[in-house]
T-cell receptor, first 115, second 109 residues
Framework: DTEVTQTPKHLVMGMTNKKSLKCEQH?????MYWYKQKAKKPPELMFV???????INESVPSRFSPECPNSSLLNLHLHALQPEDSALYLC??????????????FGPGTRLTVL | GENVEQHPSTLSVQEGDSAVIKCTYS??????FPWYKQELGKGPQLIID?????GEKKDQRIAVTLNKTAKHFSLHITETQPEDSAVYFC????????FGTGTSLTVIP
């Protein structure tokens, strides 16, 4: 089983709202990732967690706040977003905690619209 | 960081024909090269990958070749089917994945 699940599938929020995206995997993977994908573009890395610790933060604005409560869960807390933050947010995981040499398995994504 | 270029950006083929997508990378330290297929409204799905110690890998109708000297790798899909229509992304990996810009493949029945 190589399934990564993400909830919700769709999210519409105003610029003053606070919301959270959730990602879950039960494959025993030790690295988890958040990516942002705009239409017709490749995924852009936002954050990497290795062994539940933040290892990479690609200079993402503080209105995006990641959290890894345990080895199976990854959250992305959203606050005071801008319309340009509208995108598909993808979660991924890999067995190897070194985020460079192992296969990453992606979830279906959360389609976020900021009004 | 690594720079990955991918060509072509769009590709249309007749059903049953072959499709080839090419990627080049800049950093010779890249050592892992996955290919992902992304259908509309879905997340990327790994279809094949290759490591730097291997020159070619095949899985049924899909194959990937790697030329480390020239720093390029290619995806080959034979006997294309309409369900192969999707966007394909290559990636090169050092400290993280660096994705190509994507190829939109359309297979015409």
């Amino acid at each position: 089983d190589t399934e990564v699940t993400q909830t919700p599938k769709h999210l519409v929020m105003g610029m003053t709202n606070k919301k959270s995206l959730k990602c879950e995997q039960h494959m025993g993977h030790r690295a988890m990732y958040w990516y942002k994908q705009k239409a017709k573009k490749p995924p852009e890395l936002m954050f990497v967690y290795s062994y539940e610790k933040l290892s990479i933060n690609e200079s993402v604005p503080s209105r995006f706040s990641p959290e890894c409560p345990n080895s199976s869960l990854l959250n992305l807390h959203l606050h005071a977003l801008q319309p340009e933050d509208s995108a598909l947010y993808l979660c991924a995981s890999s067995l190897d905690p070194t985020p460079s040499t192992d296969t990453q398995y992606f979830g279906p994504g959360t389609r976020l619209t900021v009004l | 960081g690594e720079n990955v270029e991918q060509h072509p950006s769009t590709l249309s083929v007749q059903e049953g024909d072959s499709a080839v997508i090419k990627c080049t990378y800049s950093d010779s330290a890249s050592n892992y090269f996955p290919w992902y297929k992304q259908e509309l409204g879905k997340g990327p799905q790994l279809i094949i990958d290759i490591r730097s110690n291997v020159g070619e890998k095949k899985d049924q109708r899909i194959a990937v070749t790697l030329n480390k000297t020239a720093k390029h790798f290619s995806l080959h899909i034979t006997e294309t089917q309409p369900e192969d229509s999707a966007v394909y992304f290559c990636a090169a990996s050092i400290d993280q994945f660096y994705f190509g810009t994507g190829t939109s493949l359309t297979v015409i029945p």
